[in-house]
């Protein structure tokens, strides 16, 4: 049953920003050293004829969407394109309804045939783009539109996941898992939702595979921008408490020795917990427990603060059914490339994975109902980043703040392009700089996310798309 609250999309506008790296970010065997953000505007109606708009962002790291044969700039060409045809399907998108139940739809709908003709004819690689670079570029859109309803009913977006702003409950969206009791009848996302969001989230620091960890690995070509350049000085200046280590995944001797280093890094500068992440790149489960026995056994007290594992297997979950739990058995599992949404997070359960790393460049949507999905059956959370820069940092740390994680939020844009976000910055200071090893939410204030877009003086570049309105 629709209500007056309910909105439909009218117009979009689409930008790219392009940004460089300070250092090279090393993605499971690919390097990023640039990236293009896509930026887009959406404008709704509701059913009074009143409008608003709203702002969505996300990075197109393709070597983390995509990873395949095809060059870079092939890759990227290609994820731009699809932004393109995605800014004139959304502008003649006709479903009226909350911010969610139109992500919803136009995810179960437009996206799979858009993909599906983009692949068969438009796409210009020999390889099909996957579903989870479908998700990255429409992830501007759904976030833009959740802003837009939140500013539209004035007030912020997570208050309105909740009757009467939802016509449907969580059933008309999710079903449980076969071997559970679980039922979502009566249930919406509020009901999974942190009911007081912290405002400060201790932050991890990603170590990438290519980081230097302290002064003899100089080699004379660092940045000399006034930025850390070692690990060890960026614990200092940050007061780092969590590092998320970047392996290889085809390298025991390498993987063993780098998590022992930041490790031991970690006990001499007052560091509490690791996380490791392998990026898809492991092949059979008896990799990742052979180091980590090896790691309790020789170094107790880095297995100790190990809190958990992140994604070592293939990240197309369905053509890889490989059985986990003897790796959930030594610690925390998540899923994170294999988690495009709640039914893959299903499948994930039943092969053994015990967590799930959420991302908003998978929607907004997406987030909210993998977050209650995974909640409902007991599995935990984590919040990773893309390296989010500008506008992207925020819905990012505002989903970690309203789902409870299992510690914090990944945020890592202040190492690998802190300039690219001075405007946002000067506005948000405490998202963009870490101190004391935490994140600061306490200026993203208002209705929808909160940007306070108005008071960022952001010089856009002329639209890449326009449609509608």
Known sequence: ???????????????????????????????????????????????????????????????????????????????????????????????????????????????????????????????????????????????????????????????????????????????????????????????????????????????????????????????????????TDWIRSDGLRCLKVKLRGNDNVWDYDRLVRVGSIALDNGVDWLSADFNCTVTEPAYVNDLLDRLRDEHPRIYGMTLYVEQPFPYDLEQNRTDVRSVSARKPLFLDESAHDWRLVRLGRQLGWSGVALKTCKTQTGAILTACWAKAHGMSLMVQDLTNPMLAQIPHLLLASHVGTIMGVETNCMQFYPEASKPEAAVHPGVYRRRNGEVDLSTIKGAGFGYRASEIKRQLPPPAASYGA
């Open 1 to 231: 049953m629709s209500t007056t609250k309910d909105a439909k999309v009218v117009g979009t506008t689409l930008f790219f920003i392009p940004v460089r790296t300070r250092v090279p970010l090393k993605f499971g065997l690919e390097t990023l050293t640039e990236v293009v953000c896509a930026r887009a505007r959406v404008e709704i109606e509701n059913a009074a004829g009143q409008r608003g708009d709203g702002w969505g962002e996300t990075p197109l790291s393709v070597q983390w969407v995509w990873p395949g044969k095809c060059t870079y700039h092939e890759r990227c060409n290609a994820l731009q394109q699809f932004c393109i045809l995605l800014a004139k399907a959304w502008s003649e998108f006709q479903e009226s309804g909350h911010a969610l139940e139109l992500g919803h739809a136009f995810q179960e709908g437009p996206l799979r045939t858009l993909l599906a003709d983009f692949n068969r004819s438009a796409n210009k690689c020999p390889e099909p783009m996957p579903w989870l670079a479908a998700l990255v570029c429409c992830s501007v859109f759904d976030q833009a539109l959740h802003d837009a309803y939140g500013r539209l009913a004035d007030m912020p977006i997570y208050e309105t996941y909740r009757p009467p702003f939802l016509n449907r409950d969580l059933s008309a969206f999710l079903s449980p898992a076969e071997d559970s009791e679980v039922s979502f009848k009566g249930l919406y996302p509020c009901d999974f939702l942190v009911r007081r969001p912290q405002q400060r989230l201790r932050a991890w620091h990603l170590v990438g595979g290519l980081d230097l960890l302290e002064p003899q690995e100089l080699r004379g070509d660092e940045p000399n921008d006034g930025y850390p350049v070692f690990l």
